[in-house]
């Protein structure tokens, strides 16, 4: 699913994953969530690549509505672009295509080795309940329905604070964020009975 935008085919969400996991598209996106806006030419000069390299990447991220163009700085063959506000949740696996499946693991396997990176330095630069870096690790009892009900508020929290580059203060740093929620497995816990 996708946020205000047409629920996508099978083969738009497998051009995606595969589009997420190009090193070079996952840089340029890097690039402009961190600096707002670039050029092929600018890319070109920061990522180490041909600006033909990078104009090629713009425009199937464009395709994909992941950036967009800036209308009111491009002109002649100079076409500044920045991200669009974007999220996506992956379909369930049982109704994915091969193809589509296949592309969602590989890109998977990337999130987990970031993720993984990421918790690790959450870590080492944890300065207390305070500071910019936050650890939290909770457990509870819940149904499927109340973490459905939870995944909508916790959705809502990001909406109400969160905000795109251009329109926040000075003082804001970009925050990555991370949400996992796996039930214990049923059957035995503890040596008590926990389901059918």
């Known amino acids: ?16 994953y595969k589009s997420l996991g190009n090193p070079l598209r996952r840089r340029i996106l890097e690039y402009l969530g961190r600096h707002g806006e670039a050029n092929s030419t600018v890319l070109a000069r920061e990522l180490g690549e041909s600006s033909g390299t990078t104009s090629y990447h713009l425009r199937k991220l464009a395709e994909q509505r992941l950036i967009e163009e800036i209308p009111e700085k491009s002109g002649g063959r100079e076409r500044w672009w920045r991200v669009l506000p974007f999220r996506h949740t992956t379909p369930d696996p049982a ?3 091969p193809d ?25 630069e944890y300065r207390g309940p305070e500071g910019w870096a936050q650890v939290q690790r909770h457990s509870t009892w819940m149904t499927r329905e109340e973490l459905l009900a939870f995944m909508r508020e ?14 926040s203060p000075p003082e804001a740093r970009p925050v990555l964020m991370r949400f996992y929620a796996v039930p214990e497995p049923v059957g035995e816990w503890n040596g008590e009975p926990t389901g059918p």
């Open 100 to 124: 589509e499946y296949a592309a969602a693991a590989q890109l998977a396997h990337l999130k987990i080795e970031f993720d993984t990176a990421l918790y690790r330095r959450a870590h080492q």
């Open 1 to 16: 699913m996708t946020d205000g935008l047409p629920e996508m085919t099978s083969l738009e969400r497998t051009a995606l």
């Open 95 to 97: 109704a994915m295509t």
């Open 154 to 167: 916790y959705h809502a929290l990001l909406d109400r604070y969160g905000r795109p580059r251009e329109q």
